[in-house]
């Protein structure tokens, strides 16, 4: 038969090994998509599809390279005899303190994470992380009590924990970056003024009205109100602004 | 002048008044001191442990970090830092196997040789700067004011780290104050241990190591201890209390890092110096002893 009257094109399969079983899968599918297509069924570590909940992450090999390669299962296309397997979640400590007691001081990260000051500095952390953050940077910004420079440089973890799983101070540096970011974001940003203003506004009932109002419309017009609101556009920068009549500007 | 500088983490917390004094008077010096846009903690001890290569990683990635920025020479203010930088350099300087495993290990880093050339602050107001010029430069002289230079340990040993050519009987931090003006005390505890890091396990033992200190810098007359390492500070100064009564009829004796005396002596204001971080006794030193700035 010539193979330009076949209905479906060709598809490339090639071989990747799942927990050392060999599958032939469609090339160019994602780590994710090539397990569930030879017969993997996920009730857990798959969460978003969409590359941020961090539910995925999968380790593999690559034929004759001594390399640990890491990927989030959803975002990373298969390669040819890479052998994988998932690591949805990894033990770590996770210290219990209570933020709204506390003064967002480097001590009190010392104190829930004692272990923080046995990293040496070897770098597995930030080579396995696959958001690419500087994982070994940030622990060395809360050894010199650095909160800030630490919630900055971790604000793109997704917890995944893979950075756990290499350590050899046996850190948990997910949870402990968690913290930093809670307390920078708790205890040491700047109050936003205007936010407790317009709370203020809203509890003496700037929108008490509107609500009734709302309360007693029927469906097909709370649509036609929902798709017809006023919203700032996803890309815009600065320049937009609220109209005029816009409710909360009064 | 420009100057790469590694700081070190206790400089960023408990020892701010380590470096905030010495920056400062770098600045009255012309020197700008450009902190590490990335570095690590050290490791704060050097590991003797011959085959325990994974603690040379911390500093010798420092190292790397200082010849990305293209720089030949790094300054540091602490002792201790100093001690594990320079020890480290050494170590990827002379010994080709550990340095070749090191390499491979961070194989994510340039290739490191020892290139970087290790300072202390001392060595470099000795070297670069000289004891003349910094002398000219002094505006509140410490004229007649009896200071003990303690070296403590990691200034001075081993002996090839050295930041003077006679460890054992070192003049750096001598030299040092006679340039400020003031009178360097010689005094036989100077290069002996203060107690380290046995003030977390064996307190009494770190304790009865400082008061031997504190008491042969007083029996000498003494009137201020200078350090220039956290640690030295924090078990002769910050506990003085403690080891008060581990020396017959020692009386409280106050310390400053060799930096806020440094400051103190170009004219740099008060403010400046992180006093609060002092002790009580030093603060009342100042306050007493020094004289207000001499108007050029
Ligand atoms: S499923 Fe959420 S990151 Fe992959």
Redesign the pocket.
Known sequence: MNESTLKTPMIKMIPIFIMGQKYEVPAELTI?KAMEYAGYKFIR?????????????TVYRKPGDYKIHTG????TVIEPEMYLTQLPFYPALKATYDVSTMQGIATEIFEAYPELFRCVACNACTKVCPMDVKVMDYIAYLKRGDIEAAARASFDC?Q?GLCASRCMGELPQYHIAQMARRLWGAKLTPRAQHLAEMVLKIEQGLFGELIAKLETTDTAELKKLYNAREMEPAMSRNEWKPSKDNVGLR | MKIAYYPGCTLKTRAKNLEDAALAALRVLGIAAVELPRWNCCGAVYSLTDDDLIHQVAPVRDLIRVKEQGAETVMTLCSMCYNTLARANRLMREDEEKRHTLNTFMDEEPDYHGEVEVHHLLTLLRDRIGWKTLAAKVRRPLTGLKVAPYYGCTLVRPRPVSIDPRPDQPTILDDFLRALGAEPVDYPARIECCGAYNILSEPDAAHRASANVLASAERHGAELVITSCPLCEYNLGTCQNQVLPHGEGLRPLPTLYFSQLLALALGVGNEELGLELSPASSLKLVAERISPIHQA
Do not use: E
């Open positions: 994710m570590g798959c969460g978003c599809r969409g590359g941020i909940c961090g539910a995925c992450s989030l299962a959803c975002q997704i995944c």
